[in-house]
């Protein structure tokens, strides 16, 4: 036998002859145990940070995501789309909707509704068949042409014509009508009793709906009707009635004052 392997048998027999006195052996065993629960708490603690910098992360995301309303956008009709309404909206005050009303391939789309006591906006879209908005054309043929509302062949505004026997000058809108008043949108009340508001609108392809009062109180049951028999160079018939909800009206009208 070599002497290497006497030296290891030699060995091993010391070790199976010695024995650790149990209050030694209690120690180890608890230092080994505190070690990994030390080990495990920094574990959890790492964990608790890389969720805390992703919540971090995620509420502003969360935030955005919910402040979507077009009306908090740069937009605004004749000073309408005020400090109030962008307040307002940013609290989740507005509704969205989609009403569409399709003919010729076009589409009326109605998508967002904010609605005060004395006020309503409605954000539109007319598309075409693939959801792109029309083009911002006019058909002139046949008027006495004043202004033809081009800038180096591109459309910035609506036409202006004569029309025999009148002075002044008219405005070809973008939004023809059958109705006499030339209001291709108007509200009416529970009863069909159109709702005497002023009323205005964008009159281009993307834009605004707006009916303000006098400063009374709208009723409790309005009616949005549209009538329109022309957009931009196409004629057809885009005709509709649908409930205003106003179920968020209190609550805008006091965080736009």
Request: proline share 4%; glycine share 8%; no cysteine.
């Given at each position: 036998?070599?002497i290497s392997k006497k030296i290891n048998e030699?060995?091993?027999?010391?070790?199976?002859?010695?024995?650790?006195?149990?209050?030694?052996?209690?120690?180890?065993?608890?230092?080994?145990?505190?070690?990994?629960?030390?080990?495990?708490?920094?574990?959890?603690?790492?964990?608790?940070?890389?969720?805390?910098?992703?919540?971090?992360?995620?509420?502003?995301?969360?935030?955005?995501?919910?402040?979507?309303?077009?009306?908090?956008?740069?937009?605004?009709?004749?000073?309408?789309?005020?400090?109030?309404?962008?307040?307002?909206?940013?609290?989740?005050?507005?509704?969205?909707?989609?009403?569409?009303?399709?003919?010729?391939?076009?589409?009326?789309?109605?998508k967002e509704l904010y609605v005060e006591n004395?006020?309503?906006?409605?954000?539109?879209?007319?598309?075409?068949?693939?959801?792109?908005?029309?083009?911002?054309?006019?058909?002139?043929?046949?008027?006495?042409?004043?202004?033809?509302?081009?800038?180096?062949?591109?459309?910035?505004?609506?036409?202006?014509?004569?029309?025999?026997?009148?002075?002044?000058?008219?405005?070809?809108?973008?939004?023809?009508?059958?109705?006499?008043?030339?209001?291709?949108?108007?509200?009416?009340?529970?009863?069909?009793?159109?709702?005497?508001?002023?009323?205005?609108?964008?009159?281009?392809?993307?834009?605004?709906?707006?009916?303000?009062?006098?400063?009374?109180?709208?009723?409790?049951?309005?009616?949005?009707?549209?009538?329109?028999?022309?957009?931009?160079?196409?004629?057809?018939?885009?005709?509709?009635?649908?409930?205003?909800?106003?179920?968020?009206?209190?609550?805008?009208?006091?965080?736009?004052?």
């Amino acid at each position: 036998m070599d002497i290497s392997k006497k030296i290891n048998e030699a060995l091993a027999e010391q070790l199976e002859e010695t024995r650790i006195p149990e209050e030694i052996d209690q120690r180890v065993k608890e230092s080994f145990i505190q070690f990994h629960k030390k080990k495990e708490k920094n574990k959890m603690k790492k964990k608790f940070i890389i969720l805390s910098l992703a919540a971090v992360i995620l509420v502003p995301t969360g935030m955005y995501a919910m402040n979507t309303s077009y009306f908090s956008n740069d937009v605004d009709l004749n000073g309408l789309v005020d400090k109030g309404v962008k307040r307002a909206v940013s609290q989740q005050l507005s509704i969205p909707i989609d009403q569409k009303i399709t003919d010729k391939g076009i589409t009326v789309h109605l998508k967002e509704l904010y609605v005060e006591n004395k006020k309503i906006l409605i954000h539109y879209n007319i598309e075409q068949q693939d959801g792109t908005p029309v083009p911002y054309e006019f058909d002139t043929t046949g008027l006495n042409v004043i202004t033809d509302g081009k800038r180096d062949g591109k459309q910035v505004e609506n036409p202006t014509y004569q029309e025999s026997g009148l002075e002044g000058f008219s405005v070809l809108s973008f939004f023809g009508t059958e109705k006499t008043d030339n209001l291709p949108f108007y509200l009416t009340d529970g009863t069909g009793r159109e709702i005497k508001t002023g009323i205005a609108d964008k009159d281009k392809p993307e834009g605004i709906i707006a009916f303000v009062t006098d400063g009374s109180i709208l009723p409790k049951s309005i009616n949005l009707n549209v009538n329109i028999n022309r957009i931009g160079k196409t004629k057809g018939s885009w005709k509709t009635q649908f409930p205003i909800d106003q179920s968020k009206a209190e609550q805008a009208t006091e965080a736009a004052r």
